[in-house]
């Protein structure tokens, strides 16, 4: 049996999720990614405490510290599983970043997209696919082409199809 802190810290990190799609909606809109991430999850650890205190009247047995150690791991998880999924794409982002980077000077809009054609774009590309979804069994490479496993590679799809949908700024609205 699982003992009620490490439950209710289960529970309130699950909810971290619907209470960060709650407060980047109006009337509560927080544009800011991380203030969404630790917003959610400053508000679930404030209703675990809450709630360790309320059931704590009730049992007063309860005193355990390691439950308490356990139940906030859970919510660094939580923590990490946020940041990990917010940023399932982020790479490409910060390869273009790196690139402008190594620049050293100033570049025009016009060359910097052309350092992202051809073949630096192909190595980028191929060095995701390479490192990245091969790896985590989410695409096959067989015969020249790549294909979408079932699993993990139609989990990770359809995740970031309902995160699309629920974060509109993902899909650059």
């Not at 109006?26 to 675990?48: C, D, E, M, T, Y």
Request: hydrophobic share 50%; with cysteine; glycine share 6%.
């Amino acid at each position: 049996m699982i003992p009620p802190i490490i439950a209710l810290a289960i529970i309130c990190s699950l909810s971290t999720l619907a209470i960060r799609v709650i407060i980047s909606r109006h009337p509560f809109r927080i544009k800011n990614v991380w203030r969404q991430i630790f917003g959610s999850l400053l508000l679930s650890a404030i209703a675990w405490v809450a709630l360790i205190y309320i059931t704590r009247a009730a049992s007063p047995t309860s005193n355990e510290w390691g439950d308490i150690i356990c139940g906030v791991l859970i919510f660094l998880c939580a923590f990490w599983c946020h940041y990990w999924i917010g940023n399932f794409a982020g790479g490409f982002r910060v390869q273009m970043q790196v690139n402008l980077a190594n620049q050293k000077v100033p570049i025009a809009l016009e060359e910097w997209m052309k350092t992202f054609s051809g073949l630096g774009m192909e190595t980028f590309l191929q060095d995701r696919i390479q490192a990245i979804l091969i790896p985590w069994n989410t695409v096959e490479y067989k015969n020249g082409q790549l294909h979408l496993l079932n699993g993990w590679g139609t989990f990770f799809a359809s995740l970031m199809n309902i995160l699309k949908y629920i974060f509109p700024k993902v899909r650059g609205e």
